[in-house]
Nanobody, 115 residues
């Protein structure tokens, strides 16, 4: 079993920054990739950014050049640095850990961007 705990969400002004963290615990040796997804009310959950075990990254076009995903293997933690935030970034952000046969999800953390 794998447990994922997100932190770092909150309220930011347009143009501001937030840094999200996702700490993984449990049977984590078989994780193939980690990612951040977000979901706004009435909308589908969408990929924000992902990072593979080897360190390759992928970003949604809407966040490219503004957000950065990274990981700290020693701490079993993945991060999402969010800069130049926009109101349309407002959503619940979910951490995902991928395995060959299933994925584990965190409970989500709210990010609100408003002036």
């Amino acid at each position: 079993q794998v447990q994922l705990v997100e932190s770092g969400g909150g309220l930011a002004q347009p143009g501001g920054s937030l840094k999200l963290s996702c700490a993984a615990s449990g049977s984590i040796l078989s994780i193939t990739d980690m990612g951040w997804y977000r979901q706004a009310p009435g909308k589908q959950r969408e990929l924000v950014a992902s990072i593979t075990k080897s360190g390759s990254t992928n970003y949604a076009d809407s966040v490219k050049d503004r957000f950065t995903i990274s990981k700290d293997n020693a701490k079993n933690t993945v991060y999402l640095q969010m800069n130049s935030l926009r109101p349309e970034d407002t959503a619940v952000y979910y951490c995902k850990a991928g395995f060959s046969m299933r994925a584990y999800w965190g409970q989500g953390t709210q990010v609100t961007v408003s002036s």
